[in-house]
């Protein structure tokens, strides 16, 4: 079995700064790709940041320049540093994973979501 766990989430003031982090555990025996996603109430959920199958970084327009992805292989995290936050960026953001199980072969991952919230 495959878990991913985020956390960081929280209630934050329009230019301010958060970081997520998501932690991969169980059945892993290597991840694709790794990154984050949002929804915000009523929408569509979207691409936020993302580590591709082949090593690039991919980051929706809206957060070019404001956030930034990294990771640590040796823990099968990811991690998302959000600054100059804007109300607009206000969503549950899910952690997603393509990963090879021990058990199962390739699938995609989803952790719960955390909630962040930019309000003043």
């Known amino acids: 079995q495959v878990q991913l766990v985020e956390s960081g989430g929280g209630l934050v003031q329009p230019g301010g700064s958060l970081r997520l982090s998501c932690a991969a555990s169980?059945?892993?025996?290597?991840?694709?790709?790794m990154g984050w996603y949002r929804q915000a109430p009523g929408k569509q959920r979207e691409l936020v940041a993302t580590?591709?199958?082949?090593?690039?970084?991919n980051y929706a327009d809206s957060v070019k320049g404001r956030f930034t992805i990294s990771r640590d292989n040796a823990k099968n995290r990811v991690y998302l540093q959000m600054n100059s936050l804007k109300p607009e960026d206000t969503a549950v953001y899910y952690c997603?994973?393509?990963?090879?199980?021990?058990?199962?072969?390739?699938?995609?991952?989803w952790g719960q979501g955390t909630q962040v919230t930019v309000s003043s």
């Open positions: 169980g059945s892993i025996f290597g991840i694709v790709a």
């Open positions: 997603n994973a393509d990963l090879y199980s021990t058990r199962g072969g390739r699938g995609d991952y």
């Open positions: 580590f591709t199958s082949g090593g690039r970084i």
